[in-house]
Nanobody
Framework: QVQLVESGGGLVQAGGSLRLSCAAS????????MGWYRQAPGKQRELVAAITSGGSKIYADSVKGRFTISRDTAKNTVYLQINSLTPEDTAVYYC????????WGQGTQVTVSS
């Protein structure tokens, strides 16, 4: 079972930046894909970015150019750099790990004020 611990959320003004972290309990090379999802109030959870064990990255169209996913394999940690934040980015951000099963972190709140 993979345990995921997110951190880095908070309250930020529009135009600001945040870096979210997701620490995994095992080597991220053993995890097929690690991703970041977000869920805004009243909306479905959506994928914003993911990185495969081979290092390939994908992004939702809505965040391309502003969000960057990266990893530190020595720390078994995946990051999400979020720039040029807008109020529409306000959501709970969840880390996800896909192996044979899917695992979720507890989520970290990102609130963007206008």
């Amino acid at each position: 079972q993979v345990q995921l611990v997110e951190s880095g959320g908070g309250l930020v003004q529009a135009g600001g930046s945040l870096r979210l972290s997701c620490a995994a309990s095992e080597s991220i090379f053993s995890i097929n894909t690690m991703g970041w999802y977000r869920q805004a109030p009243g909306k479905q959870r959506e994928l914003v970015a993911a990185i495969t064990s081979g290092g390939s990255k994908i992004y939702a169209d809505s965040v391309k150019g502003r969000f960057t996913i990266s990893r530190d394999t020595a720390k078994n940690t995946v990051y999400l750099q979020i720039n040029s934040l807008t109020p529409e980015d306000t959501a709970v951000y969840y880390c996800n790990a896909k192996t044979t099963f899917a695992y979720w972190g507890q989520g970290t709140q990102v609130t963007v004020s206008s």
